[in-house]
């Protein structure tokens, strides 16, 4: 009887190799996926501003901006953030709304590099807009300037209402209050905003390189738009991610 001897190249891996590798590969990205957006949920909103040209910001159709607005190259940044949107200051109050809304839960992370501490750096969610006037009413994470980086910063969670009717154009109500860290100037920090509802009661907690700060209870907004302003700061804004779970 002639038997046939199989004989495997040297340099050429067995079928079964290159598909266990194949396998593996396709595992370790699914991995990363759901490592990256809890319970694999995909995000809402992902912006890394990389598309825009440094200058000043022409914002996509939707998105709701107050006073100037510039796509920026961060002097002092890691490689990770060689874009990013910057609210300059120019004007109390400067800042963006972007789309789509997101209801019920929700996680928001952004990364900030504050260049000048004047008053203070804000998250929005759940912004709700008046057709008529304009006037917004959100909540926010407020990041106050701690004395130029020299001592903690006050965070707050807020719910902020526009209207005319209030000397200044609107009412700041504090839900909750704590010092937060030191933020030195030009450093970049990730700040996350999670709201989860349990029982009919809304939880909003706010994080600053992975530590919780702050958190207050609430259901006044139910839903509404996500978003950032500064009151005075100079700001770099990038790699905004917003996962929902309605």
């Known amino acids: 009887m002639n038997r046939r001897r199989l004989t495997q190249h040297p340099n050429r891996p067995a079928a079964w190799m290159i598909a266990l590798a194949v396998g593996l590969s396709f595992m370790a990205v699914r991995s990363l996926e759901a490592a990256s957006h809890p319970k694999g949920r995909a995000p809402v909103i992902q912006e890394d501003f990389e598309s825009f040209k440094v200058g000043p910001w022409t914002p996509p159709d939707g998105v709701l901006t107050r006073g100037p607005l510039f796509i920026e190259a961060p002097e002092v940044s890691p490689a990770t953030h060689t874009k990013a949107l910057a609210t300059r200051g120019l004007m109390r109050g400067e800042r963006f709304v972007l789309t789509p809304v997101v209801d019920g839960n929700m996680t928001y992370d952004v990364d900030i590099q504050r260049l000048e501490q004047v008053l203070d750096t804000d998250l929005m969610w759940r912004v709700n807009v008046n057709p008529e006037s304009g006037a ?111």
């Open 136 to 246: 917004q009413t959100y909540y926010q994470a407020s990041i106050g300037y701690g004395r130029k980086g020299l001592e903690p910063t006050v965070c707050r969670i807020q719910i902020i209402t526009e209207d005319s009717i209030f000397p200044s154009g609107f009412v700041a109500t504090t839900l909750a209050e704590a010092d937060g860290p030191i933020l030195h100037r030009d450093e970049w920090h990730h700040v996350q905003v999670k709201v989860v509802g349990d029982h009919g009661v809304d939880t909003h907690i706010l994080s600053i390189d992975g530590v919780e700060v702050v958190r207050a209870a609430d259901n006044t907004l139910a839903g509404g738009r996500i978003g950032g302003r500064v009151g005075g700061d100079m700001t770099h804004w990038d790699n905004i991610v917003v996962t929902s779970d309605p």
